[in-house]
């Protein structure tokens, strides 16, 4: 079965560069959520889109900023970045109706490390 | 707000053994609740989840959880534990009673099995 793919699966930046990460949810889903991992941590929501539209925000960074595209992929994109950006970023995705939205099924994650 | 609470970071269990790992929950109404399990640097996956009806859910391999109302836990069990379980256990509660979709999760238990 078709999984939620991400892109890349590692990036090594440096401080002050920008980032720009891609996901692309399982076909039909049209929800997506971006999460945040740090080092032995749990992952953190970010943001989420549905329909190509924000539909909530967590405790994303106004460095950073995503958008949700016709086809329904996500890209994450990420500035000025900082030495504690450096996590595992995830992307999950869903239906967003009623309880299915709630079983979100998580691509493999894009390992940044800021240096 | 909601929270969940995983109170073992690190369990060891013999292979054969039993396995409990425990999560308890703060939300304001009837939680949507669920368990995924990391391998090292791989992305999260679905064992179970429950949102409503009976209290004992059965998810894949091998896993199930009981969800106790009175306890405000959902604890994950498994009869008899194999080497491929070792692996990060997140517990996560969906937030779904502000109308947004996205997870909670707990810090995760990670579990070693020993031959």
């Known amino acids: 079965a078709a999984g939620v793919i991400q892109s890349p699966r590692h990036l090594i930046k440096e401080k002050r560069e920008t980032a720009t990460l891609k996901c692309y949810p399982i076909?039909?889903?049209?929800?997506v959520y971006w999460y945040q991992q740090g080092p032995g941590q749990d992952p953190q929501f970010l943001i989420s889109f549905y329909e190509k539209m924000q539909s909530d925000k967590g405790s994303i960074p106004d460095r950073f900023s995503a958008q949700q595209f016709s086809d329904y992929h996500s890209e994450l994109n990420m500035s000025s970045l900082e030495l504690g950006d450096s996590a595992l970023y995830f992307c999950?995705?869903?239906?967003?109706?009623?309880?299915?939205?709630?079983?979100?099924?998580f691509g493999p994650g894009t390992r940044l490390t800021v240096t | 707000a909601q929270s969940v609470t995983q109170p073992d970071i690190h369990i060891t269990v013999s292979e054969g053994a039993s396995l409990e790992l425990r999560c308890n929950y703060s939300?304001?109404?009837?939680?949507?609740l669920f368990w995924y399990v990391q391998s090292p640097g791989q992305g999260l996956q679905l064992l179970l989840k429950?949102?409503?009806?009976?209290?004992l859910v059965q998810g894949i391999k091998g896993f199930e959880a009981e969800f106790k109302r009175s306890q405000s836990s959902f604890n994950l069990r498994k009869p008899s534990v194999h080497w491929s379980d070792a692996a990060e256990y997140f517990c996560?509660?969906?937030?779904?009673?502000?109308?947004?979709?996205?997870?909670?999760f707990g810090t995760g238990t990670r579990l070693t099995v020993i031959p």
């Open positions: 999950a995705s869903s239906f967003p109706s009623g309880i299915g939205g709630y079983e979100q099924y």
């Open positions: 429950y949102f409503s009806g009976d209290t």
């Open positions: 996560a509660v969906g937030a779904h009673q502000t109308g947004a979709n996205n997870l909670f």
């Open positions: 076909p039909r889903h049209d929800t």
């Open positions: 939300y304001g109404a009837t939680p949507y």
